[in-house]
């Protein structure tokens, strides 16, 4: 166990409808992490956090947005849903940014777009 | 822009034997770190082994150790006396100075009786 909590596990949803995930990062760690792993684009950085403010962003489609709360955790909202955005969406926490500090993912939140 | 290559999609390997994972990266970075992690069927991301690129030694976990080699810009895995639990995909990620980090391909180690 990472300390890592996300939820929900599993989410189905249908297509141009709008899902939020939500995580938790493990106590102490002010950076939040979310990354969106599927068979065609592997493992991809989308948004990183810290303390509260955007701190860089990847491949994050206009579609997605998210945002870390005053508690530290964090949420990626994901709409207009489309079906390439099936995929297993992770959040990962470290301790602080920058300094190399290791990041723990959490179980990952399974999406279905059906 | 940061690429880490992972060419091998699939390494089998039998109990108590040692295998070998290979990962290349590409970076004008002179500050960053090399991790590898494991992804086992539950598709938890586990972190297996870290190394700091102005550190010289090789780091070891138990039966993990890596080859950094920081001019030939490899980072490999050595799994040593093999188990089944060890059965998983492995990627090697890159962090730089920013802190996302940038994952390979993967490869899938299968473990054999």
């Known amino acids: 166990d990472s300390g890592v909590t996300q939820t929900p596990k599993h989410l189905i949803t249908a297509t141009g409808q709008r899902v939020t995930l939500r995580c938790s990062p493990r106590?102490?760690?002010?950076?939040v992490y979310w990354y969106q792993q599927s068979l065609d684009q592997g493992l991809q950085f989308l948004i990183q956090y810290y303390n509260g403010e955007e701190r860089a962003k990847g491949n994050i489609l206009e579609r997605f947005s998210a945002q870390q709360f005053p508690d530290l955790h964090s949420e990626l909202n994901l709409s207009s849903l489309e079906l390439g955005d099936s995929a297993l969406y992770f959040c990962?926490?470290?301790?602080?940014?920058?300094?190399?500090?290791?990041?723990?993912f959490g179980p990952g939140t399974r999406l279905l777009v059906l | 822009a940061q690429t880490v290559t992972q060419s091998q999609p699939e390494m089998s390997v039998q109990e108590a034997e040692t295998v070998t994972l290979s990962c290349t990266y590409d970076t004008s970075e002179s500050d960053y770190y090399l991790f590898w992690y494991k992804q086992p069927p539950s598709r938890q991301m586990i972190l297996v082994i870290r190394q700091e690129a102005y550190k010289q030694q090789n780091a070891t976990e138990n039966r993990f150790s890596v080859n950094f080699q920081k001019a030939a810009k490899s980072f490999s895995l050595k799994i040593s006396d093999s188990q089944l639990g060890d059965a998983a995909m492995y990627f090697c990620a890159y962090r730089g100075s920013w802190g996302k980090l940038q994952f390979g391909a993967g490869t899938q180690v299968v473990v054999t009786p």
């Open positions: 106590s102490g760690d002010l950076s």
């Open positions: 990962a926490s470290s301790v602080a940014d920058p300094g190399g500090e290791t990041q723990y």
